[in-house]
């Protein structure tokens, strides 16, 4: 990973999100869901806008909200449409770094042979030649407890 191409081969789309969620479509790009939160329908886009980027494989990765809102002690606004540009870029460069970190993270694990993972790495510590152990004699010595054995229990019925 670390081209634009590979963000575009991960993420399958983008979608924007205000207070009132008027925009359920989704966006092929990062800048369509930017314009769709600085938009005259966009409802509080400042106080409540989100996009989320929608993975290829299921996932999906919140985009944070600093690169598009400026907050400056009280006060929260979206950046101008003008800033667009600097934005897209920023969100990229974030979405790579981030894309590789997700790949790395999901690596195949390294297997432990103090803990294995999987059946056929705990089969080859097992011996099959080993004596069995009172608790696994125990278990196997005990009577099955089916239909057949319950309604033998049960108290036999006299007709009223």
């Known amino acids: 990973?670390?081209?634009?191409?590979?963000?575009?081969?991960?993420?399958?789309?983008?979608?924007?999100?205000?207070?009132?969620?008027?925009?359920?479509?989704?966006?092929?790009?990062?800048?369509?869901?930017?314009?769709?939160?600085?938009?005259?329908?966009?409802?509080?886009?400042?106080?409540?806008?989100?996009?989320?980027?929608?993975?290829?494989?299921?996932?999906?990765?919140?985009i944070p909200d600093d690169f598009f809102i400026y907050r400056s002690g009280n006060s929260i606004a979206l950046l101008g449409e003008e800033e667009n540009d600097a934005i897209c870029l920023a969100v990229e460069a974030w979405l790579l770094k981030k894309l590789a970190q997700i790949s790395a993270d999901f690596s195949p694990p390294e297997p432990s042979r103090i803990r294995p993972y999987k059946l056929e790495l705990l089969l080859d510590q097992c011996d099959a030649n080993?004596?069995?152990?009172?608790?696994?004699?125990?278990?196997?010595?005990?009577?099955?407890?089916?239909?057949e054995q319950l309604d033998e229990c049960a108290a036999p019925k006299k007709p009223l």
Not at 29 to 35: G, H, N, S, V, Y
């Open 130 to 147: 080993a004596d069995e152990t009172d608790d696994v004699c125990a278990w196997r010595d005990l009577t099955e407890v089916g239909r």
């Open 1 to 62: 990973m670390g081209t634009t191409e590979d963000t575009g081969q991960a993420i399958f789309a983008y979608r924007a999100f205000d207070l009132r969620d008027h925009f359920p479509q989704p966006l092929e790009t990062c800048r369509e869901a930017l314009e769709c939160l600085q938009s005259d329908v966009a409802y509080m886009a400042a106080m409540s806008g989100e996009i989320i980027a929608y993975l290829r494989d299921g996932g999906s990765i919140k």
